[in-house]
């Protein structure tokens, strides 16, 4: 099995910076994607950032030019960096990560139980 532990969240003014991290642990044989999700309260999960074990970062469309995301495979761990937050950045923070636990087993997704971020006006 394998547990992903998120860490940095919490309440900053609009304009301000939060770095996110997460470290997955447990019976780790690779990790392909990591990322970040968010969930507002009453909308759905998205897509905040996603980065391969190459370094290839993906944002979606609010993230972009605000919102950095890295990885340490050698520490399992991916980052999100976060500037220039603005209210409608508040929400539930998601760390998730692709990948399996045996050299011949299937990838499986696997997801953090999330951090909260809330941006003060």
């Known amino acids: 099995q394998v547990q992903l532990v998120e860490s940095g969240g919490g309440l900053v003014q609009a304009g301000g910076s939060l770095r996110l991290s997460c470290a997955a642990s447990g019976s780790i044989f690779s990790i392909n994607f990591m990322g970040w999700y968010r969930q507002a309260p009453g909308k759905q999960r998205d897509l905040v950032a996603t980065?391969?074990?190459?370094?290839?970062?993906r944002y979606a469309d609010s993230a972009k030019g605000r919102f950095t995301i890295s990885r340490d495979n050698a520490k399992n761990a991916v980052y999100l960096q976060m500037n220039s937050l603005q209210p409608e950045d508040t929400a539930v923070y998601y760390c998730?990560?692709?990948?399996?636990?045996?050299?011949?087993?299937?990838?499986?997704?696997?997801w953090g139980q999330g951090t909260q971020v809330t941006v003060s006006s």
């Open positions: 998730t990560a692709r990948g399996r636990t045996t050299a011949w087993g299937q990838q499986n997704d696997y």
């Open positions: 980065i391969t074990r190459a370094g290839s970062p």
